[in-house]
């Protein structure tokens, strides 16, 4: 099965650049989607299809993929960007959705 | 406003099955299948399964083909997850949440997430 991996944890300073990456064999030709979840809470939608952004999510989060590697930049972060983050794709040959590993943001 | 509302929580013995539903409302109920993703405790997101909220096709995770069935209710426009023969590894939140993109599926909407634990 296709495997996401991510790097388990990233710290970010207030007002500086996160990037989360998520690694894959050829991940460039999937389109990649990304997840936000707070504790407790269930996870929201903050980047799909790459680069685009569900109505009410921040410009400061960005998306980019290509080769092996999907990327989510969040720029300016804040304390409320602290979070798990998952990258999601969906799987044609078994129509799995299947999700990365996952990565705890914590804000310095 | 759209919402997904699951039951509440479960608390199973092993051996045992439970069976959680969700009830979309705020937008047209057939227009958009359902998927279900757990998630064990410290783990990461687990996706089990699919289901045509319009003719009730259904796709399911290799890993839980045999033990998990989803199915709809149109007169109610409610989905079902129900697995069987729980075991302790099975205690998660489970949750639903509404699959778009066609050929590109993500979840875009989701429920609140159910608490089931499995105890021995």
């Known amino acids: 099965s296709y495997v996401l991996t991510q790097p388990p944890a990233v710290s970010v300073a207030p007002g500086q650049t996160a990037r989360i990456t998520c690694g894959a064999n050829n991940i460039g030709s999937y389109s990649v989607h990304w997840y936000q979840q707070k504790p407790g809470q269930a996870p929201v939608l903050v980047v799909h299809?790459?680069?685009d952004r569900p109505s009410g999510i921040p410009e400061r989060f960005t998306g980019s993929n290509s080769g092996n590697t999907a990327t989510l930049t969040i720029s300016r972060v804040e304390a409320g960007d602290e979070a798990d983050y998952y990258c999601?794709?969906?799987?044609?040959?078994?129509?799995?959705?299947?999700f990365g590993t996952g990565t705890k943001v914590t804000v310095l | 406003q759209l919402q997904l509302v699951q039951s509440g929580p479960e608390v199973k013995k092993s051996g045992a099955s439970v069976k959680v539903s969700c009830k979309p409302s705020g937008y047209t109920f057939t227009t958009y299948g359902i998927s279900w993703v757990r998630q064990a405790p410290g783990q990461s997101l687990e996706w089990m399964g699919w289901?045509?909220?319009?003719?009730?096709?259904?796709k399911y995770a290799q890993q839980l083909q045999g033990r998990v069935t989803l199915t709809t209710d149109k007169s109610t426009n409610t989905v079902y997850m129900e697995l069987r023969s729980l075991r302790s590894d099975d205690t998660a939140v489970y949750y639903c949440?509404?699959?778009?993109?066609?050929?590109?599926?993500?979840?875009?909407?989701w429920g609140q997430g159910t608490q089931v634990t499995v105890s021995s």
């Open positions: 289901i045509s909220t319009n003719d009730g096709n259904t």
């Open positions: 999601q794709v969906w799987e044609r040959s078994t129509a799995a959705r299947v």
């Open positions: 299809d790459d680069r």
């Open positions: 949440a509404r699959d778009y993109g066609i050929g590109r599926f993500y979840c875009d909407y």
